[in-house]
């Protein structure tokens, strides 16, 4: 009897380690499991049914055999530093997910000792409960490993790492929709602040009444575009504009658009496609003319794509936003290109490619905002605005599209 | 609610550290210039741009909402007094931005009154403006008057705050030191392509002949990260006094060496040594002088800015002086007054001085102007 205490303690010691450093691990940016972890934090988890365990297995043991096919190729000597390192980049790959692999094997090795110790010790009432409560335990551990490994095994969007451009743009309801795009632009700005995201203002476009015509900001911060990526679409407001003598309810709309940041490899951007305007004083320019205006215009030739940029005190920085933007821009016609060359894509099924879709009513004298893609209506307009509680459609919709991955990744099994 | 803007955050801008802030006392400042060949008995002491300045004033920020209103109303009141055919005239779009930058370098910002509290359209609710009490870098006094000096004297925005941003610098400026140009950024960029093409480059003694306020020498500097060193000369005082404060603000003592003299004069030890040479010498045409824009004719320095009878003298002398100074293989950049000028240097260059150099060629601005003339020493 003694000797099963050993591994009861030391499977004890083992969960309890990694459970604390579980919530640790979500500030570490580098740690892979973490980011599976922190881009899926919410509350509601799927369910794994018995077929997808089923399925997963097969995916596992496949893991299991390619890791051992390469661990023993790298280990001969006669292969040429070519197919080395090729080997090593694939194992490389496989590292994060074999590591939760193992762990999942030691913990199911675990639980047929445990279920043969319940089975034994009957008569042992102390024993049984202690070995039964730990049975429990490993369970929920099993559980919790197979569940990374599903999301670490779910297709990825490599975009989801990336920071982000944000673009806020007033549409039908004239200035009341100017006003709200200011609103919508700074509830961003609050959220941002509240995740310790860095909030830069890229340019802003005023209307008369000071509400924003346009506006655009880079975000950055850990896994910010994946967090974000759900906000594209028409956000709704319904309320009495504070222009509005007669107390008429409205109804305007602002459209939201969020890019992922690229840079000038990710889009191989050429000069020679670039033409750079910049004001210019009529006269000979250089030492003759003293301006503070440093507007910068970049047009891409070959899209037709066009960006200026006036509000940084230097021409250099408002060159730099400028091709900040462009990147994003080009990056996302490539990633939409690729998009509907593939066949169904999680965004798609969720809308958050789909810019003309409505995603969001702010309903003002009810105070209340709905999300219409999960159905989800939260009841402290306020707080939503000043960047509070975005979170609840942000996990809703992060959850659905884990579910529609999980859906897609049973049926293509 | 509060209607206002946010200012595009300064932040994003490469702002030095407090620390090599140049001190707005100026007892306790230590002597500015680090003069190698004249020795002068004058020592000036650079002025501190507003936004160093400690926030040791304090006003109503009903005072201030009126401060704001009557800047407003002047800045928008230039566009009736001027004929849109006058060349020469302010514009109310540029000079509500300018105002804008004003407030963001005069007023602390705070969790109880950012600057964006100044520029809302509303006014302040009930008492709220009496009460609340705004901190300032400048009295409101100073700022009614360096407003009415910015739009009545024409005084360039640049002097009235004491600083340009220039590339992802801020550099102090003031009276006496020319306002860097926005083209001239250009020439870092420049340096910048021949370094990356070439680490040799990284490694040498470069020059910025004139160098103002010292903007290409620490943007030179800068872009050589931390091995090569740069020389940066100039004839005016004022100029050095800036420049090396400037220099030592970015934390570069080590890599600028700041040096007053006449062009090459200071130079004597590196000659034939250089790896590189960059000047943005005066290149304007006397005759032009009394035409000019009156930010820069009446308020920026003639030293600076007239390059004699064609505007070529300094050019000139600098295109003689490079053949001497530059290592084989160096590389040289001069901006020039434009086109006519860069074709005069090529041909210059390339006939009087042709066993000198190679690859001469004139690099346009942005504005499709060929304003500057680069090339390597043979
Ligand atoms: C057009 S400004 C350029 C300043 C600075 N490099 C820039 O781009 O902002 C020309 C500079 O040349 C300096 N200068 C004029 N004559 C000079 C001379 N003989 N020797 C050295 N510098 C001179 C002026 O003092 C002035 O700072």
Redesign the pocket.
Known sequence: MRRMFRPMIMSNLIRSCSRATHPIDRTIPSSPSSKIVRLFSTEMEPQLSPDLIKIMDQRLSAIEHRNAILQRLINQPEYSQEEFSRANKELRKLRDSMELITALRAIQKEIDGLKTLVSESSDDKDMLDMAVSELDEAVEEEKRLQTLLLKSLLPKDEADERDCILEVRAGTGGEEASLFAMDIFRMYERYSQKKGWKFDIVDITESDMKGYKEASAAICGASVYGKLKFESGIHRVQRIPITEKSGRIHTSAVSVAILPQADEVDVQLRNEDLRIDTYRSGGCGG?HANTTNSAVRIIHHPTGIMVSIQDERSQHMNKAKALKVLCAKLYEIERLRLQSSRSKLRSEQIGSGDRSGRIRTYNFPQGRVTDHRVGITHHAIEDMMEGENLDTFIDALLLRQEMDAIASFSSTS | MIRSFRFTSLLSAAKPLRSFACSSSPAIEPPQCSSSSSISLRITHPKTPLFLRAPSHAAPLSEVWKWHGWAKDLASSVDDNSSPEDEDSLDSILLLRELKWLIEDSIEASDHHHPVIITGTETPRGDDGEKKSVKLRASLEELYDLWRQRIEKRRPFQYVVGCEHWRDLVLCVEEG?????PE?EL?VDMVEEVVRGDEWFKRGVWA??????????IGVARVLGGCGRVIA????HV?IAVAGNNVRRYGLEGMVEVRE???F?PLKDVEGKLVGLV?????IPSDDIPGLQAEVGRHE?R???DGGVDGTD?LLHLCDGASRMLTSGGFFAF?TNGEKQSKMIVDYMTSNLKDSFSGVKIVSDFAGIGRFVTGFRL
């Open positions: 030492q | 030191v020319l306002i860097p140009r001239t020439v910025d002949l004139g160098t103002g306020s010292g903007a290409i020498a000369t100039d004839l005016s100029a003299g006449s062009w004069e000047s943005n010498p005066p290149y320095p030293l600076a800015l300094s901006e």
